[in-house]
């Protein structure tokens, strides 16, 4: 499968081809997303709650980042895959911003970055984009900033903040970004950026008109039971199918069911002889 690049994206745009997306954080999932004919994957800093058990995602540094980065791209090296850009990776300056941009392509290989906010991260946007790497931007719940939207709640409910969302949108794709993310927005709302927009625009709880989809891998896979969005659909139980596995090997221990002869090695023909005259010698001291 070959990877598919920025204009392939845009060309799906153009032809009304749905674009499928999913966070992975480490070797396996991005492998088997890979395998399941994904086309794009993201290592979002939601690693922060969803792999280190985090309240959010403040806490997580470029470091963990690109740890985890280069655990996907060895598991899924034909995929495009994105890197987040951490809380104050980006903010506190231009120069900064492309650095820390540039960490992701030189460090871990990915194929493009993607960074929070609308009007106010443009000259990063900018900046980066002009350094030779792709941006995809993201705006409506940005997680990053949930503290100044009063928690993890939608955005763009009325119309002055609708069209707040809409110009961040335009102002972003004249920035130079190759797409832009949605989050927890009305399906109205995300239908109009995306006609408005050349640039495929992703959703994650934005609505289906949208150029495509993007979940938690957590959340669809349902691995994470404290919290389920609404926008959620859960694929799987994971976590109910994972805990009775362990319980079972528990029980499996504890009762001497496990291991059964057939998970043991057995020694070399007249081995066990030899052993056991050792043993004597030992045991006669």
Do not use: W
């Amino acid at each position: 499968m070959a990877k598919k690049t920025t204009l392939d994206f845009m060309d799906m745009k153009r032809k009304g081809e749905k674009i499928t997306f999913l966070t992975a954080y480490d070797y396996p999932i991005a492998s088997f997303a890979e395998k399941a004919g994904i086309d794009m994957l993201l290592v979002g800093d939601s690693l922060g709650m969803v792999v280190y058990g985090l309240p959010g995602t403040i806490p997580v540094t470029m470091d963990e980042m690109i740890i985890h980065s280069r655990a996907v791209r060895r598991g899924a090296p034909n995929t495009f895959v994105i890197g987040d850009m951490p809380f104050m990776s980006y903010q506190s300056s231009v120069e900064k911003a492309v650095e820390n941009a540039g960490r992701f392509l030189k460090e871990a290989q990915m194929d493009a970055i993607k960074l929070e906010g609308g009007r106010r991260v443009i000259n990063q946007i900018k900046a980066i984009v002009d350094a030779g790497i792709p941006v995809m931007g993201h705006i409506g719940l940005t997680p990053q900033s949930s503290g100044q939207l009063g928690g993890f709640k939608a955005q763009g409910r009325t119309a002055e903040a609708a069209r707040e969302l809409i110009l961040d949108a335009i102002a972003i794709q004249e920035a130079g970004a190759f797409a832009i993310l949605l989050e927890a927005i009305p399906p109205e709302v995300g239908e109009a950026i995306t006609r408005r927009l050349s640039i495929p625009v992703l959703s994650i709880g934005a609505g289906i008109h949208c150029d495509g989809q993007l979940l938690i891998n957590g959340d669809m896979l349902g691995l994470v039971e404290a919290f389920t969005p609404k926008f959620v659909k859960k694929y799987a139980n994971l976590a109910e199918i994972i805990t009775g596995a362990i319980t079972e090997y528990v029980h499996d221990v504890r009762d001497l069911k496990f291991p059964e002869e057939k998970h043991t090695y057995k020694m070399k023909e007249g081995e066990a002889e030899k052993l056991a005259e050792f043993l004597k010698t030992i045991d006669s001291r």
